[in-house]
């Protein structure tokens, strides 16, 4: 899968969130999530309504082969409570599904009303990957996926891809080192093109590792 480690440099704004105690409170919150870890957070406007919305990462007590199960809130403010909008499972991995480094999960953040996910893992070869959700037509759809895949001394790839746009842009960067351990980049493959999807994904129907895109010269296979 072609994905390389991305630093994680944003802040969540968490002194502006209100608190976990009022989540719990939201009149339809299910009792199993009041007492939950939460790994993840974050406020902004997501439907352009002028009023912000709550995205809670939980970190659950069910366990599978891949570790626990995660899961993704979006809630409304109705009156004083807090309620749940829209829910998913398959937007964030499992918390044992990084590979050697485990727990792939970074952040969850809204730009421009934007919902922004971020995961990473690997080994000596390592991987990062944002997944992009916008709210229309009803749902949130992934519009934008950026990804990258490496290890020091081989190559670096990278792929963004706008999917409401079909516009895809992939780069290969190769890596010599002296014998010293320095750096030297040999060669780089670049490539634009364009690749259309019949149905976008949503954040319920999300399902990593299993969308495949073949860039048409390079013949780069990435996955996300």
């Known amino acids: ?23 719990a409170a939201a009149g339809n919150l ?22 912000p919305e ?20 979006i809630y409304k403010k109705k009156g004083e409570d807090w ?11 499992k918390s044992e599904e990084g590979g ?6 970074g952040l969850v953040e809204i730009i421009n009303g934007v919902l922004n996910i971020y995961h990473s893992g690997g080994s000596s070869w390592k991987w990062s990957e944002i ?16 990804s990258y895949y490496g290890k020091p001394c081989e190559y670096v790839s990278s792929f963004d891809y706008n999917l409401s746009a ?30 259309e999807l019949a149905e976008l994904p949503t954040l319920q129907t999300i399902s990593f590792g299993t969308n495949k895109v073949v860039s048409p010269k390079l013949q780069a296979e990435v996955y996300f």
């Not at 299910?30 to 009023?51: F, H, P, T, V, W």
């Not at 050697?100 to 999960?105: K, L, Q, V």
């Open 1 to 23: 899968m072609n994905r390389f480690i991305l630093p994680l440099c944003c802040c969540l704004l968490s002194s502006s969130l209100p608190s976990h105690a009022q989540v």
């Open 30 to 51: 299910s009792e199993k999530y009041k007492n939950l870890e939460i790994i993840g957070e974050a406020a902004g406007d997501l439907d352009r309504d002028g009023i």
């Open 54 to 73: 709550k995205v809670v990462v939980y970190n659950t007590d069910r366990e599978t082969d891949e570790g626990y199960v995660r899961v993704l809130h």
């Open 83 to 93: 309620e749940v909008w829209q829910a998913s499972e398959n937007a964030i991995l």
């Open 100 to 105: 050697m480094m485990r727990d792939p999960f």
């Open 131 to 146: 997944h992009k959700y916008r709210f229309q037509h009803g749902a949130f759809y992934l519009i934008g996926v950026t």
């Open 166 to 195: 079909g516009k895809a842009k992939y780069k290969k960067a190769y890596e010599e080192c002296r014998t010293d351990g320095e750096q030297l980049l040999s060669r780089v493959e670049e490539e634009d093109f364009t690749h």
